[in-house]
Protein backbone atom coordinates (compact mmCIF):
# COMPACT_ATOMS: atom_id res chain seq x y z
CA UNK A 1 0.00 0.00 0.00
CA UNK A 2 1.53 3.39 -1.39
CA UNK A 3 1.70 6.04 1.96
CA UNK A 4 -0.15 9.09 1.87
CA UNK A 5 3.25 10.85 1.94
CA UNK A 6 4.48 9.28 -1.11
CA UNK A 7 1.42 9.94 -3.27
CA UNK A 8 1.54 13.28 -2.12
CA UNK A 9 5.10 13.26 -3.36
CA UNK A 10 4.44 11.52 -6.40
CA UNK A 11 1.71 14.12 -7.12
CA UNK A 12 4.23 16.93 -6.49
CA UNK A 13 7.59 15.66 -8.30
CA UNK A 14 6.38 12.79 -10.61
CA UNK A 15 7.15 9.10 -10.60
CA UNK A 16 10.76 9.04 -11.79
CA UNK A 17 12.35 11.14 -8.96
CA UNK A 18 10.59 9.37 -5.97
CA UNK A 19 12.33 5.70 -5.85
CA UNK A 20 10.13 3.24 -4.11
CA UNK A 21 11.58 -0.36 -4.90
CA UNK A 22 13.87 -2.09 -2.11
CA UNK A 23 17.00 -2.83 -4.14
CA UNK A 24 17.69 0.93 -4.78
CA UNK A 25 16.62 2.03 -1.28
CA UNK A 26 19.31 -0.45 -0.08
CA UNK A 27 22.11 1.37 -2.42
CA UNK A 28 21.29 4.44 -1.23
CA UNK A 29 21.66 3.14 2.83
CA UNK A 30 25.77 2.51 2.09
CA UNK A 31 28.76 5.02 3.28
CA UNK A 32 31.48 3.99 4.93
CA UNK A 33 30.02 3.18 8.69
CA UNK A 34 31.16 -0.39 8.16
CA UNK A 35 34.72 0.71 9.14
CA UNK A 36 33.73 0.65 12.01
CA UNK A 37 33.18 -2.99 13.67
CA UNK A 38 30.69 -1.46 16.37
CA UNK A 39 28.55 0.82 13.78
CA UNK A 40 28.43 -2.20 11.49
CA UNK A 41 26.98 -4.58 13.77
CA UNK A 42 24.76 -2.19 14.98
CA UNK A 43 23.56 -1.54 11.54
CA UNK A 44 23.07 -5.31 11.27
CA UNK A 45 21.60 -5.71 13.93
CA UNK A 46 18.86 -2.74 13.06
CA UNK A 47 18.07 -4.45 9.78
CA UNK A 48 17.24 -7.77 11.66
CA UNK A 49 14.77 -6.07 13.28
CA UNK A 50 13.41 -3.83 11.14
CA UNK A 51 14.23 -5.06 7.81
CA UNK A 52 17.24 -4.01 4.77
CA UNK A 53 15.41 -1.00 3.98
CA UNK A 54 15.48 0.49 7.54
CA UNK A 55 11.50 1.48 7.43
CA UNK A 56 12.84 3.94 4.43
CA UNK A 57 9.67 4.32 2.32
CA UNK A 58 11.54 6.07 -0.78
CA UNK A 59 14.66 8.15 -1.89
CA UNK A 60 13.39 11.50 -3.22
CA UNK A 61 16.03 13.10 -6.02
CA UNK A 62 14.65 17.01 -6.41
CA UNK A 63 15.86 19.07 -9.50
CA UNK A 64 15.44 22.22 -7.56
CA UNK A 65 15.27 24.16 -4.45
CA UNK A 66 11.62 24.78 -5.42
CA UNK A 67 10.81 21.32 -5.17
CA UNK A 68 13.12 20.53 -2.11
CA UNK A 69 11.08 23.13 -0.20
CA UNK A 70 7.84 21.16 -1.24
CA UNK A 71 9.35 17.80 -0.18
CA UNK A 72 10.57 19.34 2.76
CA UNK A 73 6.93 20.39 3.92
CA UNK A 74 5.12 17.28 2.39
CA UNK A 75 7.22 15.51 4.61
CA UNK A 76 6.93 17.76 7.84
CA UNK A 77 2.85 18.31 7.10
CA UNK A 78 2.90 13.99 7.39
CA UNK A 79 5.54 13.86 10.37
CA UNK A 80 8.45 11.80 8.18
CA UNK A 81 11.58 11.73 9.17
CA UNK A 82 13.78 12.92 6.46
CA UNK A 83 17.79 12.63 6.04
CA UNK A 84 19.33 14.93 3.70
CA UNK A 85 22.61 12.55 1.71
CA UNK A 86 24.84 13.88 -0.95
CA UNK A 87 27.86 11.15 -1.81
CA UNK A 88 27.61 8.29 0.81
CA UNK A 89 31.15 9.17 1.60
CA UNK A 90 30.43 9.61 5.23
CA UNK A 91 32.42 7.03 7.97
CA UNK A 92 30.61 7.54 10.97
CA UNK A 93 27.10 6.60 9.68
CA UNK A 94 26.06 10.26 9.40
CA UNK A 95 23.93 8.72 6.22
CA UNK A 96 22.64 5.64 8.36
CA UNK A 97 18.43 6.17 9.26
CA UNK A 98 17.77 4.95 12.48
CA UNK A 99 14.02 5.84 12.45
CA UNK A 100 13.06 5.18 8.61
CA UNK A 101 11.31 8.02 6.46
CA UNK A 102 12.65 9.25 3.37
CA UNK A 103 16.29 9.56 1.94
CA UNK A 104 16.42 13.47 0.15
CA UNK A 105 19.01 13.12 -2.69
CA UNK A 106 20.41 16.48 -3.16
CA UNK A 107 22.96 15.20 -5.95
CA UNK A 108 21.22 17.45 -8.65
CA UNK A 109 21.42 20.55 -6.89
CA UNK A 110 24.42 21.60 -8.38
CA UNK A 111 26.65 24.64 -9.49
CA UNK A 112 28.97 27.64 -8.82
CA UNK A 113 26.72 30.31 -7.73
CA UNK A 114 29.16 32.98 -6.89
CA UNK A 115 33.43 33.33 -6.80
CA UNK A 116 35.48 36.12 -5.63
CA UNK A 117 38.96 36.70 -4.35
CA UNK A 118 38.41 34.69 -1.22
CA UNK A 119 35.28 32.68 -1.47
CA UNK A 120 33.32 30.69 -3.31
CA UNK A 121 29.86 30.10 -3.22
CA UNK A 122 28.54 26.54 -4.85
CA UNK A 123 25.01 24.93 -4.49
CA UNK A 124 24.54 21.69 -2.25
CA UNK A 125 25.01 19.18 -4.28
CA UNK A 126 28.15 20.45 -5.77
CA UNK A 127 31.06 17.98 -6.02
CA UNK A 128 33.95 19.29 -3.95
CA UNK A 129 36.39 18.53 -6.52
CA UNK A 130 34.41 20.54 -9.05
CA UNK A 131 35.05 22.85 -6.51
CA UNK A 132 38.26 22.64 -5.74
CA UNK A 133 38.62 22.92 -9.92
CA UNK A 134 36.81 26.11 -10.32
CA UNK A 135 38.37 28.05 -7.41
CA UNK A 136 42.04 26.58 -8.97
CA UNK A 137 40.79 28.08 -12.87
CA UNK A 138 41.39 31.56 -11.10
CA UNK A 139 44.75 30.59 -9.29
CA UNK A 140 42.61 30.02 -5.85
CA UNK A 141 42.64 26.86 -3.91
CA UNK A 142 40.40 25.31 -1.17
CA UNK A 143 42.41 25.29 2.13
CA UNK A 144 40.73 21.66 2.86
CA UNK A 145 40.28 19.35 0.35
CA UNK A 146 38.28 15.81 1.37
CA UNK A 147 40.12 12.62 0.27
CA UNK A 148 36.79 11.72 -1.11
CA UNK A 149 36.69 14.76 -3.35
CA UNK A 150 35.57 12.98 -6.26
CA UNK A 151 32.39 12.45 -5.09
CA UNK A 152 31.97 13.90 -1.91
CA UNK A 153 29.36 17.24 -1.91
CA UNK A 154 29.22 20.39 -0.52
CA UNK A 155 26.78 20.36 1.37
CA UNK A 156 27.25 16.50 2.68
CA UNK A 157 30.92 17.20 3.95
CA UNK A 158 30.00 20.78 5.63
CA UNK A 159 27.60 17.76 7.72
CA UNK A 160 29.65 14.81 8.00
CA UNK A 161 33.35 15.81 7.13
CA UNK A 162 35.56 18.00 9.22
CA UNK A 163 39.27 17.35 8.82
CA UNK A 164 41.45 16.78 5.05
CA UNK A 165 44.15 17.67 2.98
CA UNK A 166 45.25 21.14 3.82
CA UNK A 167 43.90 20.58 7.97
CA UNK A 168 47.81 20.84 8.75
CA UNK A 169 47.90 24.17 7.64
CA UNK A 170 44.47 25.50 7.67
CA UNK A 171 42.72 23.26 10.25
CA UNK A 172 39.53 22.14 10.62
CA UNK A 173 36.05 23.35 9.41
CA UNK A 174 35.79 25.19 12.67
CA UNK A 175 38.86 27.08 12.00
CA UNK A 176 37.17 29.98 9.64
CA UNK A 177 37.36 27.80 6.41
CA UNK A 178 33.18 27.81 6.16
CA UNK A 179 32.30 31.27 5.48
CA UNK A 180 28.78 30.92 4.83
CA UNK A 181 25.69 28.58 4.75
CA UNK A 182 22.13 28.86 3.22
CA UNK A 183 19.82 26.25 4.98
CA UNK A 184 15.99 25.40 5.01
CA UNK A 185 14.40 24.58 7.85
CA UNK A 186 12.00 21.27 8.27
CA UNK A 187 8.93 23.32 8.75
CA UNK A 188 6.18 23.92 6.37
CA UNK A 189 6.62 26.03 4.82
CA UNK A 190 10.55 26.09 5.29
CA UNK A 191 12.00 28.90 5.81
CA UNK A 192 15.05 30.16 4.46
CA UNK A 193 17.78 30.99 6.81
CA UNK A 194 21.76 32.82 5.86
CA UNK A 195 24.43 31.92 8.24
CA UNK A 196 27.47 33.79 8.80
CA UNK A 197 31.20 33.94 10.55
CA UNK A 198 30.72 31.70 13.98
CA UNK A 199 26.59 31.42 13.44
CA UNK A 200 27.47 28.70 10.95
CA UNK A 201 28.90 26.20 14.08
CA UNK A 202 25.48 24.69 14.80
CA UNK A 203 25.52 23.15 11.18
CA UNK A 204 28.82 22.03 10.84
CA UNK A 205 29.56 18.24 11.39
CA UNK A 206 26.27 17.71 13.02
CA UNK A 207 24.88 15.06 10.31
CA UNK A 208 22.38 17.46 8.68
CA UNK A 209 20.22 17.26 12.20
CA UNK A 210 20.06 21.18 12.08
CA UNK A 211 18.79 22.57 8.59
CA UNK A 212 18.59 20.99 5.14
CA UNK A 213 21.61 22.76 3.55
CA UNK A 214 21.26 24.39 -0.05
CA UNK A 215 24.22 26.81 -0.51
CA UNK A 216 27.78 26.71 0.83
CA UNK A 217 30.24 29.61 0.84
CA UNK A 218 34.09 27.82 1.14
CA UNK A 219 37.20 30.43 2.30
CA UNK A 220 39.48 30.20 -0.80
CA UNK A 221 43.04 30.76 -0.24
CA UNK A 222 46.20 31.35 -3.29
CA UNK A 223 46.89 28.30 -5.50
CA UNK A 224 50.23 25.96 -4.57
CA UNK A 225 51.71 23.74 -7.08
CA UNK A 226 51.65 20.76 -4.57
CA UNK A 227 54.05 17.54 -5.22
CA UNK A 228 54.26 14.31 -3.26
CA UNK A 229 56.92 12.30 -1.80
CA UNK A 230 57.91 9.68 0.61
CA UNK A 231 60.19 9.69 3.38
CA UNK A 232 61.52 6.62 4.00
CA UNK A 233 62.86 5.51 7.69
CA UNK A 234 64.20 2.77 9.44
CA UNK A 235 62.59 2.96 12.40
CA UNK A 236 59.03 5.24 13.29
CA UNK A 237 60.94 7.04 16.00
CA UNK A 238 62.92 8.77 13.46
CA UNK A 239 59.90 9.41 10.98
CA UNK A 240 57.78 11.18 13.72
CA UNK A 241 61.10 13.14 14.58
CA UNK A 242 60.97 14.16 11.11
CA UNK A 243 57.35 14.95 10.85
CA UNK A 244 57.74 17.31 14.46
CA UNK A 245 60.60 18.88 11.95
CA UNK A 246 58.65 19.52 9.30
CA UNK A 247 55.66 20.88 10.97
CA UNK A 248 57.69 23.70 12.98
CA UNK A 249 58.70 25.02 9.53
CA UNK A 250 56.76 27.87 8.49
CA UNK A 251 57.69 28.85 5.38
CA UNK A 252 57.13 25.60 3.73
CA UNK A 253 53.49 24.95 2.43
CA UNK A 254 51.90 21.59 3.73
CA UNK A 255 48.94 19.75 2.28
CA UNK A 256 50.00 16.45 3.97
CA UNK A 257 53.09 14.90 6.18
CA UNK A 258 51.84 11.60 8.30
CA UNK A 259 54.25 9.32 9.33
CA UNK A 260 53.22 5.39 9.40
CA UNK A 261 54.76 2.63 11.21
CA UNK A 262 55.97 -0.30 9.43
CA UNK A 263 52.88 -2.42 9.98
CA UNK A 264 50.56 0.46 8.67
CA UNK A 265 53.35 1.15 5.49
CA UNK A 266 52.61 -2.62 4.79
CA UNK A 267 49.02 -1.34 3.25
CA UNK A 268 50.25 0.91 0.08
CA UNK A 269 50.69 -1.17 -2.20
CA UNK A 270 51.47 1.48 -4.95
CA UNK A 271 54.34 2.24 -3.24
CA UNK A 272 56.05 -1.27 -1.97
CA UNK A 273 59.08 -0.79 -4.50
CA UNK A 274 59.46 2.22 -2.51
CA UNK A 275 60.84 0.66 1.15
CA UNK A 276 62.05 -2.48 2.90
CA UNK A 277 60.13 -4.70 5.06
CA UNK A 278 60.10 -3.07 8.66
CA UNK A 279 60.81 0.03 7.63
CA UNK A 280 58.62 3.32 8.39
CA UNK A 281 57.21 5.98 5.34
CA UNK A 282 56.27 9.57 5.98
CA UNK A 283 53.68 10.34 2.98
CA UNK A 284 54.02 14.11 2.12
CA UNK A 285 52.69 16.80 -0.13
CA UNK A 286 54.16 19.58 0.03
CA UNK A 287 54.75 22.85 -2.27
CA UNK A 288 56.58 22.53 -4.98
CA UNK A 289 59.01 25.63 -4.11
CA UNK A 290 59.98 23.88 -1.00
CA UNK A 291 60.91 20.51 -1.54
CA UNK A 292 64.65 20.80 -1.70
CA UNK A 293 64.21 21.36 2.22
CA UNK A 294 61.78 18.70 3.07
CA UNK A 295 64.80 16.37 1.30
CA UNK A 296 67.45 18.08 3.70
CA UNK A 297 65.51 17.34 6.57
CA UNK A 298 64.61 14.06 5.27
CA UNK A 299 68.37 13.38 5.32
CA UNK A 300 68.87 15.02 8.45
CA UNK A 301 66.83 12.84 11.12
CA UNK A 302 68.37 9.25 8.59
CA UNK A 303 65.21 9.22 6.10
CA UNK A 304 65.62 8.38 2.24
CA UNK A 305 63.69 11.43 0.05
CA UNK A 306 61.31 9.92 -3.01
CA UNK A 307 59.97 11.70 -5.12
CA UNK A 308 56.47 10.43 -5.63
CA UNK A 309 54.26 12.85 -7.79
CA UNK A 310 54.15 15.86 -9.41
CA UNK A 311 50.74 17.43 -11.04
CA UNK A 312 51.63 16.01 -14.67
CA UNK A 313 52.28 12.71 -13.63
CA UNK A 314 48.49 11.46 -14.58
CA UNK A 315 49.29 7.79 -14.11
CA UNK A 316 50.42 7.73 -10.54
CA UNK A 317 47.92 7.16 -7.53
CA UNK A 318 48.15 10.48 -5.67
CA UNK A 319 49.09 9.68 -1.81
CA UNK A 320 45.93 12.15 -1.36
CA UNK A 321 44.26 9.04 -1.57
CA UNK A 322 46.36 7.09 0.85
CA UNK A 323 45.66 9.32 4.13
CA UNK A 324 42.95 10.79 6.25
CA UNK A 325 39.70 8.90 5.08
CA UNK A 326 41.16 7.32 2.43
CA UNK A 327 44.16 5.52 4.43
CA UNK A 328 41.89 3.42 5.88
CA UNK A 329 40.44 1.66 3.21
CA UNK A 330 44.20 1.08 2.50
CA UNK A 331 44.12 -1.16 6.49
CA UNK A 332 41.08 -2.86 5.77
CA UNK A 333 42.71 -4.48 2.76
CA UNK A 334 44.87 -6.07 5.20
CA UNK A 335 42.88 -6.64 8.12
CA UNK A 336 39.14 -6.56 7.88
CA UNK A 337 38.54 -6.24 11.44
CA UNK A 338 40.46 -3.63 12.56
CA UNK A 339 39.11 -0.43 14.35
CA UNK A 340 40.17 2.95 14.43
CA UNK A 341 40.23 5.96 17.40
CA UNK A 342 41.40 9.44 15.88
CA UNK A 343 43.48 10.67 18.93
CA UNK A 344 45.23 14.05 19.94
CA UNK A 345 48.45 14.09 22.21
CA UNK A 346 49.65 16.83 24.65
CA UNK A 347 52.10 19.13 22.45
CA UNK A 348 55.03 18.69 24.84
CA UNK A 349 54.63 14.70 25.82
CA UNK A 350 53.68 13.29 22.28
CA UNK A 351 56.17 10.94 22.35
CA UNK A 352 56.13 9.78 25.58
CA UNK A 353 52.10 8.78 25.27
CA UNK A 354 53.05 7.47 21.64
CA UNK A 355 55.36 5.32 23.61
CA UNK A 356 53.04 4.19 26.11
CA UNK A 357 50.39 3.37 23.87
CA UNK A 358 52.88 1.04 21.89
CA UNK A 359 53.82 -0.49 25.25
CA UNK A 360 50.79 -1.34 26.18
CA UNK A 361 48.86 -2.71 23.28
CA UNK A 362 52.26 -3.56 21.39
CA UNK A 363 51.69 -5.33 17.91
CA UNK A 364 47.71 -5.16 18.24
CA UNK A 365 48.28 -1.14 17.88
CA UNK A 366 49.96 0.35 14.62
CA UNK A 367 50.72 3.65 14.67
CA UNK A 368 50.50 6.85 12.35
CA UNK A 369 51.54 10.10 13.87
CA UNK A 370 50.60 13.58 12.40
CA UNK A 371 50.47 17.71 13.08
CA UNK A 372 46.84 19.31 12.54
CA UNK A 373 47.18 23.13 13.21
CA UNK A 374 43.44 23.86 14.81
CA UNK A 375 42.50 26.87 17.43
CA UNK A 376 39.55 24.59 17.71
CA UNK A 377 40.97 21.06 18.28
CA UNK A 378 43.57 22.78 20.82
CA UNK A 379 40.81 24.24 22.44
CA UNK A 380 38.74 20.76 23.40
CA UNK A 381 42.41 19.76 24.84
CA UNK A 382 42.36 23.34 27.24
CA UNK A 383 45.14 24.72 25.00
CA UNK A 384 44.34 28.48 24.12
CA UNK A 385 45.61 30.46 20.41
CA UNK A 386 46.66 28.89 17.28
CA UNK A 387 49.77 26.09 16.93
CA UNK A 388 49.96 22.83 15.93
CA UNK A 389 48.42 19.70 17.91
CA UNK A 390 49.75 15.89 17.44
CA UNK A 391 47.41 13.84 16.22
CA UNK A 392 46.78 10.31 14.71
CA UNK A 393 44.40 7.27 13.62
CA UNK A 394 45.12 4.57 15.54
CA UNK A 395 44.58 1.11 14.57
CA UNK A 396 43.43 -1.50 16.49
CA UNK A 397 44.27 -5.51 15.42
CA UNK A 398 41.75 -6.93 16.00
CA UNK A 399 39.18 -4.17 16.79
CA UNK A 400 36.86 -5.81 19.39
CA UNK A 401 34.43 -4.12 21.40
CA UNK A 402 35.87 -5.07 24.63
CA UNK A 403 39.87 -3.62 23.12
CA UNK A 404 38.17 -1.17 21.93
CA UNK A 405 36.82 0.28 24.93
CA UNK A 406 39.95 -0.87 26.49
CA UNK A 407 42.12 1.73 24.24
CA UNK A 408 39.85 4.23 24.83
CA UNK A 409 40.22 3.57 28.75
CA UNK A 410 43.93 3.75 28.44
CA UNK A 411 44.00 7.06 26.43
CA UNK A 412 42.12 8.93 29.00
CA UNK A 413 44.53 7.41 31.88
CA UNK A 414 47.46 8.79 29.76
CA UNK A 415 46.05 12.61 29.15
CA UNK A 416 45.34 11.54 25.11
CA UNK A 417 42.15 12.89 23.91
CA UNK A 418 39.84 11.31 21.38
CA UNK A 419 37.14 11.38 18.45
CA UNK A 420 35.11 8.46 18.93
CA UNK A 421 33.73 7.02 15.61
CA UNK A 422 32.34 4.29 16.95
CA UNK A 423 28.87 6.35 17.79
CA UNK A 424 25.86 7.50 16.06
CA UNK A 425 25.18 10.32 19.09
CA UNK A 426 26.75 13.33 18.22
CA UNK A 427 27.33 14.31 21.94
CA UNK A 428 29.38 11.24 22.38
CA UNK A 429 32.07 12.03 19.15
CA UNK A 430 34.59 13.87 21.32
CA UNK A 431 34.46 16.86 18.76
CA UNK A 432 32.11 19.96 20.45
CA UNK A 433 33.65 21.95 23.73
CA UNK A 434 29.60 23.05 24.43
CA UNK A 435 26.40 20.84 22.69
CA UNK A 436 23.91 23.52 24.08
CA UNK A 437 24.09 25.96 21.22
CA UNK A 438 23.78 23.34 18.76
CA UNK A 439 20.39 21.83 20.78
CA UNK A 440 18.99 25.55 20.87
CA UNK A 441 19.46 26.00 17.62
CA UNK A 442 18.51 22.64 16.42
CA UNK A 443 14.70 23.54 18.15
CA UNK A 444 14.54 26.44 16.07
CA UNK A 445 14.88 24.53 12.49
CA UNK A 446 14.13 21.30 13.50
CA UNK A 447 11.17 21.64 16.01
CA UNK A 448 9.61 18.05 15.04
CA UNK A 449 12.84 16.50 15.17
CA UNK A 450 12.34 14.96 11.98
CA UNK A 451 16.33 15.57 10.37
CA UNK A 452 17.98 12.70 10.63
CA UNK A 453 16.59 11.73 13.92
CA UNK A 454 18.30 9.57 16.46
CA UNK A 455 22.00 11.14 15.76
CA UNK A 456 21.64 13.67 18.80
CA UNK A 457 20.36 11.84 21.76
CA UNK A 458 19.47 14.69 24.77
CA UNK A 459 17.58 17.09 24.82
CA UNK A 460 15.55 17.22 21.64
CA UNK A 461 11.46 17.30 22.03
CA UNK A 462 10.31 14.80 19.03
Known amino acids: MTSPLIEALTSALGDEQIIVAPKEIESA ?89 DRITVAAGTIQGD ?22 TAAGWVAGGHVGLGANTYGTIWDGNILGVKLLTAEDPPREITLTGDDVLPVLHTYGTTGVIIEVTFRLVPAHRWVEAVGVFDDFSSAVRFTAALADQDDIHQRVVAAQDAAI ?123 NLPAAVLTLVPGDGDTLHALMDFCKQIGVSYQNPHTFLLEESGLFPDFAPILSFKRRVDPKNLLNPGKIGQGVRA
Open 265 to 387: SRGFTPLRDLFAEGQSLVLMIVDAERVGRCRELTVQHGGRFVPWKTPEDADRISIGLMVYGHRMLWIKKLTPQSAFLHVYFSPDRYAEQLQALANAFGSGLWLEFKYIRSRWLRALRGLQGDG
Open 131 to 152: VDAAARARGLELPILTTTYASA
Open 29 to 117: LRDNSWLSPLLAQHIRELKTTTGKTLQVDAVVIPNSIEQLKRVIALAVRHNVPMLVRGGGTSNFGQTIPLHGGIIIDIRRLTGIIDIGN
